[in-house]
């Protein structure tokens, strides 16, 4: 996945998986949701920025599979 490849939805952490993947729930619309399985993007993991669930967290999904992303940031 090219860094310009993809685009950015904002979720929340459901469940922390084994091997530092994450189950995040993203809003699509006003109704619908789906839940996308991301690992840490290069900045979080270098930083050893803690990922907990509850996290409000930016993430990149690729266009290609809509179904696996990264986290590239987490709100406070």
């Known amino acids: 996945m090219a860094k310009d490849d993809g685009f950015t939805l ?17 809003n699509l619309n006003a109704d619908k949701t789906a839940e996308v399985i991301c690992t840490l993007g290069g900045k979080i ?17 690729s266009s290609a599979d809509v179904s696996k992303g990264r986290i590239v940031w987490r709100y406070r």
């Open 10 to 26: 904002e979720g929340k952490v459901v469940e922390c998986l084994k091997g530092s993947k994450f189950r995040v729930q993203v």
């Open 45 to 61: 993991r270098m930083n050893n920025i803690r990922i907990i669930p509850g996290d409000k967290v930016d993430i990149v999904v």
